[in-house]
């Protein structure tokens, strides 16, 4: 399946909260304006995996810096699908080296407050990618101040915000969003989040079945709408009906954010065989998420290579702190890994409570529960239930470990 050249308003590397915007696709924003019919109209399809990073580093090897630079000024559409392109394969494996490499390929543009919009707007996307959630606000609010009302935008203002735990900052920032669909499954998402499962639900189903949203030029767009439904099923404590969801979404296309997802769901109800089947198809060499949940579901059945590949994953995040972005950008990831692989619970509550403060989705939440739970760290449980709490969360997965 091709899909749509999605923005993809995912602030976390390891986990799929996707907030599409299916009618402004780089090459259009930055060519001629274009003005999509309804809101589920696609402007432009592109591979899913553009190409692969071998021949994206061949485009500039040998090039001095100035030339680079010119090509790329030359060129804007093209550094913005190099640059999308990249970024793709960050969150398809894993690997933050390739944001790096992202970043590099719109570097022309870096401190241009004239840059074109849509590699503003990527250059903001990164910076969320990166946990940079001040910095890419900053950039997100230099476009609206340009061009004001740009959806993308204004979609990922409203994601960094739920991120952050900010619901009513999320829901003014969703209501001002153009187009209706993702509008309505913007808020939608932060009904759920606060409990308003039953409204929830009913939006993201009746978008679901829009004439303008059949065919396989939609199946983007369906797969996003049904992922948000398993996850809003699964907070709610139907894990018949999440399970469900997941599989409808997996049968849309492959993605590897979502695949992480229903894997999470698996370990969670001890169906590790189903997990583990999953993770094996991933594109080798494993990204770091696919590496994590693999020592988990193996440790869990006592395989052979479990302790390999937990020695694996210790290294992995050695690097990691080497780097400085163990917790700002792995902190959810590597607080897991301690108490799930490596046995070091109390450990894994200083690294979660220290990730809370940077984001705050319900699996930030769950990951610090656990690890208090695992601790014996009735402190913690408390004030893990406490934050939650203040932000307006409603997660019966969390309410199960922590209490009412």
Not at 155 to 179: F, H, K, M
Request: charged share 25%; net charge neutral; with cysteine.
């Amino acid at each position: 399946m091709q899909t749509p050249l999605f923005l993809r308003c995912s602030p976390s590397p390891g986990r799929v909260v996707v907030g599409v915007l299916a009618a402004l696709w780089i090459a259009s924003v930055l060519a001629a304006p274009v003005v999509p019919a309804s809101d589920g109209e696609v402007v432009e399809h592109l591979p899913a995996r553009l190409i692969g990073m071998p021949r994206l580093l061949r485009d500039v090897a040998g090039r001095s810096s100035a030339d680079a630079t010119a090509a790329a000024r030359a060129d804007p559409v093209g550094a913005a699908r190099r640059a999308q392109a990249l970024l793709d394969e960050a969150r398809d494996r894993g690997d933050p080296r390739y944001a790096g490499y992202a970043l590099a390929a719109i570097a022309p543009w870096q401190h241009d407050a004239q840059a074109p919009p849509a590699i503003a707007i990527l250059a903001a996307t990164l910076a969320q990618y990166q946990h940079d959630f001040d910095g890419s606000r900053h950039m997100l609010e230099a476009v609206l101040a340009r061009e004001p009302g740009n959806p993308q935008a204004t979609l990922t203002l409203a994601t960094i915000a739920r991120v952050q735990g900010r619901y009513a900052e999320s829901d003014a920032r969703c209501r001002e969003v153009s187009l209706r669909l993702y509008q309505a499954a913007c808020l939608a998402e932060n009904m759920a989040l606060r409990g308003q499962v039953d409204q929830g639900r009913e939006i993201v189903t009746r978008l679901m079945v829009l004439p303008d949203l059949r065919g396989p030029a939609r199946e983007g767009v369906q797969q996003w709408l049904t992922t948000t439904l398993a996850e809003l099923e699964e907070r709610a404590g139907d894990p018949a009906a999440a399970d469900a969801a997941y599989r409808r979404a997996l049968g849309l296309g492959r993605d590897s954010y979502l695949t992480l997802d229903y894997v999470d769901f698996l370990i969670a109800h001890a169906r590790v065989a189903e997990a583990e089947a999953l993770l094996v198809k991933e594109p080798r060499p494993y990204g770091d998420g696919v590496l994590l949940r693999l020592a988990i579901v193996r440790k869990e059945a006592r395989e052979a290579d479990a302790a390999k590949l937990a020695d694996e994953l210790h290294d992995r995040f050695e690097a990691a702190k080497e780097r400085g972005d163990a917790i700002s950008i792995h902190g959810r990831e590597l607080a897991r890994s301690l108490f799930a692989v490596q046995g070091d619970a109390k450990g894994a509550v200083v690294v979660a409570r220290d990730n809370l403060k940077i984001q705050k989705e319900p699996a930030d939440f769950l990951v610090m529960a656990e690890a208090a739970k695992a601790a014996n760290d009735r402190d913690a449980l408390r004030e893990v239930a406490s934050a939650a709490a203040a932000v307006g969360l409603v997660d019966r997965r969390l309410q199960a470990i922590v209490g009412p």
